[in-house]
């Protein structure tokens, strides 16, 4: 178990390092004066849209994780289970090294009712797995716009083929999750546009008005990539600075709208300090 939990700190505390790393080669490229510059001409208006729709997201991403909760029989109130995925985030983002977001809830979801830790393992794994599914589609389904029409084949077959190889791996090697799987893959979809819609609007609050789609396309490529850094900090920043070089939008732009986004996930991460000092008080809804 020490060496474990010792694998586990050596891993998080090299992502904070990739992630402190990426930010000051990014910074040495783009002064953090000129981003604060541009912040001081944030459209307000915007910005709280950007942040509305983020906790949108959220939101719909719980409801998507109490449908394989659901699946296992386990019947979690919906305010349980927001309370329990905004501890969660505070976890993962303010406590770096220490127990993460997820295997928190595992503890106190097994400590308060007895639940198989391995299945409610497997609950956080699936929804986890329909979230980076719904980043890939969408994706693909962006890059529909961006490539000539020679690659669309390709990225047709990508799409399907990608799809539902996912969805059968799923009834393979976690058949009770079979029959949520199209509504959970619904539930990621959304989120992810909501939260590059966000994007869009913290865009818009800092004066852009067009690249909208490949700037979706390089969000959506840094949320796949930030599981190599703490939080995607310092990997989203770096991929739009070297898209920056192949696609005509400012750098600078770009990545202050990536900090701002940062920003806002962990002014929302912060709600779970609430639900840690008061003390979480599960409750589970009467079973159907």
Same mark, same amino acid.
């Given at each position: 178990?020490?060496?474990?939990?010792?694998?586990? #700190?050596? @891993?998080?505390?090299?992502?904070?390092?990739? !992630?402190?790393? /990426? +930010?000051?080669?990014? *910074?040495?490229? &783009?002064? =953090?004066?000129?981003?604060?510059?541009?912040?001081?001409?944030?459209?307000?208006?915007?910005?709280?849209?950007?942040?509305?729709?983020?906790?949108?997201?959220?939101?719909?991403?719980?409801?998507?994780?109490?449908?394989?909760?659901?699946?296992?029989?386990?019947?979690?109130?919906?305010?349980?289970?927001?309370?329990?995925?905004?501890?969660?985030?505070?976890?993962?983002?303010?406590?770096?090294?220490?127990?993460?977001?997820?295997?928190?809830?595992?503890?106190?979801?097994?400590?308060?009712?007895?639940?198989?830790?391995?299945?409610?393992?497997?609950?956080?794994?699936?929804?986890?797995?329909?979230?980076? #599914?719904? @980043?890939?589609?969408?994706?693909?389904?962006? !890059?529909?716009? /961006? +490539?000539?029409?020679? *690659?669309?084949? &390709?990225? =047709?077959?990508?799409?399907?083929?990608?799809?539902?190889?996912?969805?059968?791996?799923?009834?393979?090697?976690?058949?009770?999750?079979?029959?949520?799987?199209?509504?959970?893959?619904?539930?990621?979809?959304?989120?992810?546009?909501?939260?590059?819609?966000?994007?869009?609007?913290?865009?818009?609050?800092?004066?852009?008005?067009?690249?909208?789609?490949?700037?979706?396309?390089?969000?959506?490529?840094?949320?796949?990539?930030?599981?190599?850094?703490?939080?995607?900090?310092?990997?989203?920043?770096?991929?739009?600075?070297?898209?920056?070089?192949?696609?005509?939008?400012?750098?600078?732009?770009?990545?202050?709208?990536?900090?701002?986004?940062?920003?806002?996930?962990?002014?929302?991460? /912060?709600?779970?300090?609430? *639900?840690?000092?008061?003390?979480?008080?599960?409750?589970?809804?009467?079973?159907?």
């Amino acid at each position: 178990m020490e060496k474990v939990n010792l694998k586990k #700190l050596l @891993i998080n505390f090299a992502k904070i390092f990739i !992630s402190i790393a /990426l +930010l000051y080669f990014v *910074f040495q490229k &783009i002064p =953090f004066r000129e981003v604060t510059v541009l912040w001081a001409k944030t459209n307000v208006f915007y910005l709280v849209m950007a942040a509305i729709l983020f906790l949108a997201s959220q939101i719909i991403s719980t409801k998507r994780l109490e449908l394989y909760f659901k699946a296992n029989d386990f019947h979690l109130s919906f305010r349980s289970n927001l309370e329990l995925y905004f501890l969660g985030m505070f976890y993962n983002f303010f406590i770096p090294g220490g127990i993460g977001g997820d295997a928190y809830k595992v503890y106190l979801l097994h400590k308060n009712f007895g639940w198989s830790a391995k299945k409610i393992t497997s609950s956080l794994f699936n929804d986890r797995l329909s979230g980076l #599914l719904g @980043i890939c589609v969408l994706i693909l389904v962006f !890059s529909f716009n /961006l +490539l000539e029409a020679k *690659f669309f084949p &390709i990225l =047709f077959v990508l799409l399907v083929v990608g799809f539902f190889f996912t969805y059968f791996l799923t009834k393979k090697l976690f058949s009770t999750y079979t029959k949520v799987f199209f509504k959970a893959f619904s539930y990621s979809f959304l989120v992810q546009i909501l939260q590059v819609i966000s994007f869009i609007f913290l865009l818009k609050s800092l004066d852009v008005t067009d690249n909208f789609t490949i700037y979706a396309v390089v969000f959506l490529a840094s949320s796949v990539l930030s599981l190599i850094s703490f939080a995607g900090i310092g990997v989203r920043e770096m991929l739009f600075l070297q898209a920056s070089k192949w696609f005509s939008f400012q750098p600078e732009i770009s990545v202050s709208a990536s900090l701002l986004f940062t920003m806002i996930t962990a002014f929302f991460s /912060l709600f779970g300090v609430i *639900f840690q000092i008061r003390k979480l008080n599960l409750k589970l809804t009467e079973t159907p």
